[in-house]
């Protein structure tokens, strides 16, 4: 019954490597995001997607790429793992013409 | 731009004591304002939210913010805390309009003592 759900949970790897982290909500929702959490629990947009179309894009390094292949997933795909991307990365959605989010309940990645 | 700031980083308070977190917004209309808690190694929980209306609100787990215009401010309260409140919390501002982003203050993290 987890309306926003991530996999996996936990990511350890080493760099240079290249991972994915999976979003699927079951809300109806016609929005997802990507969050980053660094180290000191700062909170920061990554991207949005609106019914499978990007719509925010905060200037986050071209190595990482979303996927949405419908509206229910949101897939985040990092290329070339460097030590900096180690953080918890946060799956949120929300229905477009509201504007309250839901979360997931992150995903762990540490870089060695 | 919008900016949220929460100014106390780490907050102590007693078991049964009341609580207040402070958050404060920049924005140039009336933001549509979150509070949010992470509980250790869980993800982010929606505490309540203010829209419009009434500048009280009422949340789960008996929490309350008051959405102050003349402030700028939309502060945190619980009458008396309870040991499982201990946990990070985050107040957040969406401007609205297309893109619905939330900006986060960079949280309080509030500690309970028996």
């Known amino acids: ?112 | 731009a919008q900016s949220v700031t929460q100014p106390d980083i780490h907050i102590t308070v007693s078991e049964g004591a009341s609580l207040e977190l402070r958050c404060n917004y920049s924005y140039g209309a009336t933001p549509y304002l979150f509070w949010y808690v992470q509980s250790p190694g869980q993800g982010l929980q929606l505490l309540l939210k203010y829209f419009s209306g009434d500048t009280l609100v009422q949340g789960i787990k008996g929490f309350e913010a008051e959405f102050k215009r003349s402030q700028s401010s939309f502060n945190l309260r619980k009458p008396s805390v309870h040991w499982s409140d201990a946990a990070e919390y985050f107040c957040a501002l969406n401007s609205g309009g297309s893109n619905y982003k939330l900006t986060f203050g960079k949280g309080t993290l509030l500690t309970v003592n028996p």
């Open chain 1, 1 to 112: 019954d987890t309306a926003v759900s991530q996999t996996p949970k936990y990511l350890v790897t080493q760099m240079g490597n290249d991972k994915s982290i999976k979003c699927e909500q079951n809300l109806g929702h016609d929005t997802m995001y990507w969050y980053k959490q660094d180290s000191k629990k700062f909170l920061k947009i990554m991207f949005s997607y609106n019914n499978k179309e990007l719509i925010i894009n905060e200037t986050v390094p071209n190595r990482f790429s979303p996927k949405s292949p419908d509206k229910a997933h949101l897939n985040l795909h990092i290329n070339s793992l460097e030590l900096g991307d180690s953080a918890v990365y946060f799956c949120a959605s929300s229905q477009v013409t509201q504007e309250t989010q839901y979360f997931g309940p992150g995903t762990r990645l540490l870089v060695l």
